[in-house]
């Protein structure tokens, strides 16, 4: 995952085409960096929790087995689209929910 992201930014945005540039790409909790080790130890441990404490028979399919995964929303902009404060301050606005969204 953090290969992909390093491939995506050294890549250049080329103005006659586009302005920006959105990719999403998944891959294993904690491999991108984008999520803190704490976060992700946090994250873990609450996973590693339920597969303990809940007993499936083997004949149920549960996804709670498998291993966490990441999500992350990569978008980049020309600086012609948007001064770099404006950008992030919208950009920050759609993406600062996540805890709110869970409860």
């Known amino acids: 995952l953090m290969h992909r992201i390093e491939q995506c930014l050294m ?3 080329h103005v006659w085409q586009q302005l920006w540039d959105i990719q999403i790409s998944s891959g294993p909790l904690g491999q991108s960096g984008a999520i803190s080790k704490h976060k992700t ?4 441990q609450r996973h590693n929790e339920q597969d303990t404490s809940t ?4 004949s149920s399919f ?3 087995s498998q291993q966490p995964v990441e999500s992350l929303l990569l978008f980049r902009s020309h600086h ?3 001064d770099g ?6 950009l920050s606005d ?4 996540a805890e ?3 409860q």
């Open 11 to 13: 890549q250049p945005i």
């Open 41 to 44: 130890n946090e994250i873990l």
């Open 55 to 58: 007993h499936i028979t083997s």
């Open 62 to 64: 549960s996804n709670s």
């Open 80 to 82: 012609a689209m948007a």
């Open 85 to 90: 404060v404006s950008l992030i301050a919208a």
């Open 94 to 97: 759609l993406c600062d929910e």
């Open 100 to 102: 709110e969204l869970r």
